[in-house]
C-alpha cells in the first residue's frame, strides 16, 4: 500500500490524531479507581468510558516549532471528537510537528 495515493492511511499513521490517546489522563496521583472500572456514561456523552479523560496540558507526541500549544474543547469539531488542537506562535515562524508516518512537515 506504501503511501495510499488518497491520503486515507497517511490519516490513520498520524499519532495522537484526536488528542485523546489512551494513557492519556492521569498518570501520577491517580484516584483509585481505574478507567476500566468506572460505570459506563451516560448515552449524551461522548467519551469513551473505558478512556481516562485528557490532560489538557499532555498533546503528546504532537511538538511545538515556534509556538505554544494548548488542548481546546470549547469549540468542539464534532461531538464524538471534542478536542482540537489550539497552536499560537510566539515566533515568524511556527508550526507543529508529528512523528506519525516518519513525521509530517510543519
Known sequence: INFAGEGGLYAEQVRNRDFEA?????????????PWHRP?????DSQDAHEPPANPQD????????????????????PTNPHSLMVDCIA???????????????
Not at 503528546?60 to 488542548?71: D, E, K, Q, Y
Open 59 to 78: 498533546f503528546r507526541p504532537w511538538v511545538a516549532i515556534g509556538a505554544r500549544l494548548r488542548i481546546d474543547d470549547s469549540i468542539a469539531p464534532f
Open 40 to 44: 459506563p456514561l451516560n448515552g449524551t
Open 22 to 34: 489512551l494513557g492519556r489522563g492521569c498518570i501520577l496521583n491517580c484516584s483509585k479507581v481505574q
Open 92 to 106: 515568524s515562524e511556527c508550526g507543529v510537528s508529528n512523528p506519525g508516518f516518519g513525521g509530517i512537515a510543519r
